[in-house]
C-alpha cells in the first residue's frame, strides 16, 4: 500500500466519464435566449409598434386617455407633445408617449 492511496482516494483517481458533446452544451443556453425572444421580447416589441402607430394616427377631436388615468379631447398636437382638454377651458399638455389609449367617439359625453 501507497502512502498516496492514504491521502487520494484510489476511486478518484479512476478515469472520468466523458462530458457531453460541445453542441449539447450549447443547445440549453441558445434554446433559453430562444425562448425569451419569443415570450418577452418579440410581445413587447409588437405592442411597441401598435402603440407608435396609434399615436401617429391621433387627431383633433380624439378622445383619449393617458397613463395616468385622465381622459379627454385632443385639442392641439405638436411634434412631442399633445395638449388634451380634460374639462371646459381646462386644458394640459403631456408627451405624445403619455397617451395610453384612444377612446371610441362620445364616450367621454356618454360618461
Same mark, same amino acid.
Given at each position: 500500500m501507497n502512502l498516496l492511496d492514504l491521502v487520494i482516494a484510489p476511486a478518484h483517481a479512476a478515469a472520468q466519464p466523458a462530458a457531453p458533446g460541445f453542441g449539447?452544451?450549447?443547445l440549453f443556453p441558445i434554446l433559453? =435566449?430562444? =425562448?425569451?425572444?419569443?415570450?418577452?421580447i418579440r410581445p413587447q416589441m409588437k405592442r411597441a409598434k401598435e402603440h407608435k402607430a396609434m399615436l401617429?394616427?391621433?387627431?383633433?377631436?380624439?378622445?383619449v386617455i393617458t397613463n395616468g388615468g385622465i381622459a379627454g379631447t385632443?385639442?392641439?398636437?405638436?411634434d412631442s407633445f =399633445?395638449?388634451?382638454e380634460i374639462a371646459d377651458?381646462?386644458? =394640459?399638455r403631456v408627451q405624445k408617449g403619455a397617451i395610453a389609449n384612444v377612446l371610441?367617439?362620445?364616450t367621454l359625453k356618454s360618461a
Open positions: 449539447m452544451s450549447l433559453l =435566449i430562444a =425562448i425569451m425572444y419569443f415570450l418577452m401617429e394616427k391621433l387627431s383633433r377631436g380624439d378622445e385632443v385639442t392641439d398636437l405638436g =399633445i395638449t388634451v377651458n381646462v386644458r =394640459i371610441p367617439k362620445g
